[in-house]
């Protein structure tokens, strides 16, 4: 390939530390590509599933190694260099000083290597009056490996495409005036971005560096709701850094665990289990309405609340999926559905609405509301009935006052707390891709979620090891289908939450891949029981002789297991 000659094509980079910073990660890249030296800066990109190039933002550091770690999750990700101001010319290297035989391509009009011709006019689309088409190609960095198959070729269209129509809309952008607002450029077609995308787009905000103190958060785990409380009012407290949370026994003491991402992801699902049943919430108990509490509306607890779900959404990918449509919508800014007497939680006022709406007469409708009105004067309705038909419409006026009136400002304060790093914005942009991370209904967990879910490492083929490691990944499979099946006392959820923290997949996955490890007496010692580190989402499952025995200690070890003993 034309790149490969040129010293452009792919190269595995290697980092000497985790903390390199822009400078220290730039002159690595000078390094493998000299040329880059020269080219008035770059920025990096990586392609999505639709092979689509997507930039990696800029932070005001540049591009530290810690923050290319963050935005790009996957191991050996590849990714593509942009150069910025100057396009870098593909010449290789003379051979011997023997001048290449060139010939013109009818297409774009260029002299083409006659080697390299019956190539380029494969991939050559540039019409006769377009004389910067192979200038865009050849300002693009990409990674080759030599191969001509299908999918190289489809993602070099992609990279040439994509390219071509972000960086002449950058240019555009560019000539504007310091005074004029920026708006971020949609190329080609506009069309809706799909959940990862929204999400990745969120995460990017996130500082990957160490904690502050004002982030670590001191945790009980029976008031996990108060705790978290504390921590998100402080003054201080910094959303776009990660947390450090530290979960407390009752003797003051901490639990062990080192967050790296699995206390964390702990923190908010007991968070988020305690938060949908706390009194700011009221409603069946995966369809829950705001609740009005008048001293939390006074401190400004629902707009804390806010925070603490966009944190857990971005941060950790554990979602509040027990909004009702009601809420949901009034936080996305969207139509409500019509109001239902069933959702007013006080029994007293639904019952009086209730007479209301069954009286068969005038008479008795006014005379239900006259038993009624403090109610509805308190909910802003009018007590005034002149006919029969208006009955209905009176009941469900009053039902979405008591419903949504009520609770306006708590909303409010709701949608202000979701602002934080951008989730509700995205909500009121998009708010058909995010309404899964709040409203239920999504897939249960099955059997083949945790299947695919995990790797195994397994030892060398052939070997004793591997042998006992077979048969236990055997007796793995087979719990897992009984548990499947809801006959044994623990479920795939509880397993998931052992091994991860969460309850659920999160909606980007997770930061690495789970992996299954076995418990070898002699790495190990004697361990009947299976172990866990949730934050490199790691189980590590005990070797018995018999399945019976497997599954006993498998199921008595994350049953009487609820704190991080060895994460």
Request: glycine share 6%.
């Given at each position: 390939?034309?790149l490969?000659e ?64 963050l ?98 809309d ?16 949609c ?133 509040p ?8 919508s ?38 239900a ?82 299947l ?51 309850d ?53 070890g ?10």
């Open positions: 390939m034309l490969e040129c010293g452009l094509g792919r190269k595995l980079i290697t980092f000497s530390n985790n903390t390199a910073s822009h400078a220290e990660v730039a002159e690595c890249l000078y390094q493998a590509y000299p040329l880059l030296r020269h080219a008035g800066g770059f920025t990096l990109a990586r392609s999505d599933r639709k092979r689509e190039l997507t930039k990696i933002p800029i932070p005001p550091t540049g591009y530290s190694v810690a923050y290319l770690r935005g790009c999750k996957a191991k050996r990700t590849p990714i593509y260099i942009i150069p910025l101001q100057k396009h870098i010319v593909l010449q290789p290297p003379e051979e011997n000083q023997v001048p290449a035989v060139m010939q013109e391509c009818f297409t774009c009009k260029n002299n083409i290597m006659l080697t390299h011709l019956a190539e380029h006019i494969a991939t050559c689309k540039c019409p006769n009056g377009n004389e910067n088409s192979d200038e865009w190609k050849d300002s693009v960095t990409q990674p080759e490996d030599g191969s001509s198959s299908s999918d190289d070729e489809a993602v070099l269209m992609a990279v040439e495409l994509s390219l071509q129509n972000r960086m002449v950058e240019h555009q952008q560019n000539d504007m005036s310091p005074s004029q607002p920026t708006t971020e450029i190329h080609g077609e506009e069309s809706e971005p799909d959940l990862e995308t929204i999400l990745r787009r969120l995460e990017n905000q996130l500082d990957a560096g160490p904690p502050p103190f004002s982030n670590y958060i001191n945790v009980m785990r029976d008031t996990v709701l108060s705790s978290a409380m504390r921590a998100f009012s402080r003054q201080n407290f910094s959303p776009e850094k990660r947390l450090n949370v530290v979960f407390v026994d009752t003797e003051n003491t901490g639990e062990g665990a080192v967050d790296d991402g699995g206390p964390t992801r702990e923190f908010f699902r007991l968070m988020i289990a305690e938060l949908k049943n706390s009194r700011y919430f009221c409603g069946p108990e995966e369809v829950k309405n705001l609740a009005l509490v008048s001293r939390a509306v006074q401190a400004g607890d629902y707009r804390v609340i806010g925070q603490m779900l966009a944190v857990s959404v971005i941060h950790a990918g554990i979602t999926s027990f909004f009702s449509e009601r809420l949901y009034l936080i996305s800014h969207c139509p409500t559905p019509p109001a239902d007497i069933e959702e007013i939680e006080d029994w007293e006022v639904r019952q009086m609405l209730q007479k209301i709406k069954n009286a068969e007469t005038l008479e008795g409708a006014q005379d509301m006259i038993e009624a009105s403090g109610i509805l004067a308190l909910l802003g309705c009018s007590t005034n009935l002149r006919s029969l038909h208006d009955r209905d419409s009176l009941v469900e006026e009053a039902a979405r006052a008591y419903v949504e009136g009520r609770v306006k400002e708590a909303t409010e304060q709701l949608t202000e707390g979701l602002k934080t790093l951008g989730l509700a914005d995205a909500i009121k942009a998009h708010p058909q891709m995010l309404k899964p991370l709040f409203i239920s209904g999504s897939k249960p967990l099955d059997v083949d979620d945790i695919k879910l995990f790797r195994v490492n397994f030892s060398c083929p052939g070997s004793n090891r591997r042998r006992v490691e077979n048969q236990t990944v055997m007796f793995w499979r087979d719990w897992l289908i009984e548990v499947g099946e809801s006959s044994r006392p623990v479920t795939l959820q509880q397993i998931l939450i052992f091994a991860s923290g969460a659920k997949i999160p909606p980007l996955g997770f930061p690495c891949k789970p992996t299954i490890q076995f418990l070898h007496p002699e790495d190990y010692g004697m361990r009947i029981f299976p172990e866990a580190n949730t934050c490199d989402i790691t189980l590590r499952l005990p070797l018995h002789a018999s399945y019976l025995q497997f599954r006993e200690k498998m199921e008595s994350i049953l009487q297991s609820p704190t991080f003993g060895f994460a």
